[in-house]
């Protein structure tokens, strides 16, 4: 056997660098994510769009963390982070009722090992007039509260969560932040 053709030389070399570019994208690509920082700087001045036509105005000095943020039409979520505490909406269709959905998030909440809630519910309302409800939870070494908000056909689901320090001294941001829960201007 002799050299191959030049028609084989070339489809072996097209071949080769097939491989390299996949190689590349295969190990480059997850290089280039990794090197990218997951949380970044947010505007609490700048309404923040969770999804579902939801916005919030996030508290001041919060970070959102792009691995838990899925902004959508119909639903979306967010996560923003005050140093430990994370503060997460989720925007979902929903039809059922207030009482319905306080159920449902409770039963997730108490469904994670070590988890449970805490205390009574109490009613809330946003500035827009969202009315809702909120309870509190405990974790080993680890605090939270939950608000929920049913309003044309949509839950919005408000956990926050953090170390009994640190959840204690970031409250009333994300408290006032969540106040700031409305219906971005059009919608329906």
């Known amino acids: 056997m002799g050299a191959g053709t030049r028609r084989q030389r070339i489809d072996l070399l097209g071949a080769l660098l097939l ?3 996949l190689a590349g994208l295969a190990f480059g690509l997850p290089a280039i994510d990794r090197a990218l920082p997951s949380q970044r700087p947010v505007s609490s001045e700048v309404p923040y769009p969770v999804g ?42 929903y039809a059922g009722t207030l009482a319905a959905a306080a159920d449902r998030l409770r039963r997730r909440i108490t469904g994670t090992p070590g ?11 946003t500035t827009a007039g969202l009315q809702g409800v909120q309870g509190g939870y405990t974790a080993p070494g680890r ?22 320090l640190d959840l204690g001294r970031s409250l009333p941001e994300i408290d006032a932040s969540t106040r700031t829960l409305s219906y971005a201007a059009g919608e329906k």
């Open 115 to 125: 988890y449970q809630v805490t205390g009574t519910q109490r009613t809330v309302a």
């Open 143 to 164: 605090g939270g509260r939950y608000t929920v908000f049913v309003d044309r056909g949509r839950s919005i689901e408000v956990t926050v969560s953090g170390g009994e």
């Open 52 to 93: 579902g036509g939801v916005t919030v105005l996030p508290p001041a000095g919060a970070t959102i963390d792009l691995t838990g943020t899925r902004p959508a039409e119909a639903q979306g979520m967010v996560l923003f982070r005050l140093g430990t505490v994370r503060y997460s909406i989720i925007v979902q269709p």
């Open 19 to 21: 491989v390299l570019v």
